[in-house]
């Protein structure tokens, strides 16, 4: 079965730094793809980055400049660099993997940001 469990949330001022780290396991082959979800209340769950297994990167407009998503293929890891916070980054992060081979999509649990002074 596979299982995506994030880490790094936590509560931080506006214009200071988080990373999160996404751990995958039990996947039957790679994962094609990997990336970062939000979702701040009320609003609907929104692409913030991915990257594919030739390091291909999307940002949303909004964190351009600001994060740097990475990936340790082996380990199928994915990690968020997110910089200079804003009060607007506050939401639940997910961690996102996905299979070209057979569709599949897989979502962790989420990992809180809050970005408040």
């Known amino acids: 079965q596979v299982r995506l469990v994030e880490s790094g949330g936590g509560l931080v001022q506006p214009g200071e730094s988080l990373r999160l780290s996404c751990a995958g396991s039990g996947t039957i082959g790679r994962f094609d793809g990997m990336g970062w979800y939000r979702q701040a209340p009320g609003t609907q769950r929104e692409l913030v980055a991915s990257i594919t297994g030739d390091s291909i990167t999307y940002y949303a407009d909004s964190v351009k400049g600001r994060f740097t998503i990475s990936r340790d293929n082996g380990a199928y890891r994915v990690y968020l660099q997110m910089n200079s916070l804003k009060p607007e980054d506050t939401a639940v992060y997910y961690c996102?993997?996905?299979?070209?081979?057979?569709?599949?999509?897989?979502w962790g649990q989420g990992t809180e940001v809050t970005v408040s002074s």
């Open positions: 996102n993997a996905w299979r070209i081979w057979d569709g599949s999509t897989f």
